[in-house]
């Protein structure tokens, strides 16, 4: 019997199709700085700010604000040669609401 057990064991090894030279390491994919997803945030707060601008929409101007100050809070090294530095969109954020409720603010300087 032990016989039958070790040529059958010895069939199994053999029939193993996990062949230990034939092994190939596992090795993660480096990613790139290049590779990174665009600052998303950054682009709707420059579009919604140009837009707000434009159409002289508060709330277009309002969202654009919040989304660069959202921008600049996860801002990352790579992203700041994309569009400029997230504080640069805060700064415009503000400047389109300054120009957008400034007639407001005239008519009670008169």
Same mark, same amino acid.
């Given at each position: 019997?032990?016989?039958?057990?070790?040529?059958?064991?010895?069939?199994?090894?053999?029939?193993?199709?996990?062949?230990?030279?034939?092994?190939?390491?596992?090795?993660?994919?480096?990613?790139?700085?290049?590779?990174?997803?665009?600052?998303? +945030?950054?682009?709707? =707060? /420059?579009?919604?700010?140009?837009?707000?601008?434009?159409?002289?929409?508060?709330?277009? $101007?309002? &969202?654009?604000?919040?989304?660069?100050?959202?921008?600049?809070?996860?801002?990352? +090294?790579?992203?700041? =040669? /994309?569009?400029?530095?997230?504080?640069?969109?805060?700064?415009?954020?503000?400047?389109? $609401?300054? &120009?957008?409720?400034?007639?407001?603010?005239?008519?009670?300087?008169?």
């Amino acid at each position: 019997m032990s016989s039958t057990a070790a040529a059958a064991a010895s069939a199994t090894l053999s029939a193993d199709p996990r062949r230990p030279d034939r092994i190939i390491e596992y090795k993660p994919e480096v990613k790139r700085i290049e590779d990174d997803d665009p600052d998303v +945030a950054g682009f709707v =707060a /420059l579009v919604l700010a140009a837009v707000g601008l434009m159409i002289a929409n508060r709330t277009c $101007l309002w &969202v654009g604000l919040i989304f660069s100050v959202e921008s600049f809070l996860n801002q990352r +090294a790579s992203e700041s =040669a /994309l569009m400029g530095t997230p504080t640069s969109m805060i700064l415009f954020s503000v400047a389109t $609401l300054t &120009v957008n409720y400034l007639p407001q603010i005239m008519v009670h300087f008169k």
